[in-house]
């Protein structure tokens, strides 16, 4: 059987509580399953974020990095650092479990792109109502507007083949959280091999998302519809 290394990215912004509360966690299990940690610091964070990480790093030897501010920028800094065959990313809110990266990781030896649902038959998502209806719209706008086939396409737990991605890493220019689409509209124009994996969530209340996004990522979905 083919023997994968892997990444886990963990794009960090103002994420204290989430630090105090998951990282012990996160970092042991990760460690357990020899897995490449990188923690990538998005911009300058306004909390604590970055005294804890330092504190931390000494403990679990974990990769510190630092990027340009947004989400984007942060995945595309870790990309590019990491050594694994298979790469990962994941919310530190632990929104979805960590019993579903074992999962995901096995998934890669057949695709190109696992990426997390929390709209399928088999998902368990407990989310907020104002959320849930924003979300269902804008994965429909995608399919709509961008001839994508993808349920959900913000979901923040994906985990992808790194030659694949690094091939492609240039088309994906967005500095925050439409990088993901272009990621998934990447693959469909490639021809990828992408899994819709179903997965239990939980929104936590420290989310980094704003009202504003919802703006932004329309004007995100418009702007690429009517330049394509």
């Known amino acids: 059987m083919e023997i994968m290394r892997v990444s886990v990215i963990l794009p960090i912004r103002n994420q204290e509580k989430n630090i105090i509360k998951n990282f012990d966690n996160i970092c042991k299990f990760l460690k357990r399953r020899d897995i490449e940690t990188i923690v990538v610091m998005s911009g300058r964070s306004e909390d604590n974020s970055l005294k804890l990480l330092k504190g931390l790093r000494k403990k679990y030897g974990f990769r510190l990095l630092y990027g340009d501010k947004g989400r984007g920028n942060a995945l595309r800094t870790g990309i590019r650092a990491a050594k694994g ?6 919310d530190t809110d632990l929104a979805v479990p960590l019993r ?40 429909s706008m995608v399919r709509v507007f961008l001839g994508s086939d993808i349920v959900d396409h913000l979901c923040g737990f994906k985990f992808f083949r790194r030659r694949f991605i690094l091939k492609h890493l240039n088309e994906m220019r967005d500095p925050h959280w439409f ?24 929104e936590g209340t420290s989310t980094t998302a704003k009202a ?9 979905i418009l702007k690429k519809a009517f330049r394509t």
């Open 212 to 220: 504003s996004d919802a703006f932004y990522l329309t004007a995100a």
């Open 85 to 90: 065959d298979v790469i990962g990313y994941f």
């Open 179 to 202: 990088f993901d689409v272009e990621m998934l509209l990447m693959a469909k124009r490639e021809n990828a091999r992408v899994y819709e994996m179903p997965v239990d969530y939980k």
């Open 100 to 139: 579903f990266v074992p999962e995901a990781i096995r998934k890669c030896r057949e695709y190109d792109l696992v990426i997390g649902s929390r709209y399928l038959k088999r998902s368990n998502a407990e989310r907020r109502w104002n959320r849930y209806i924003a979300s269902k719209v804008f994965n």
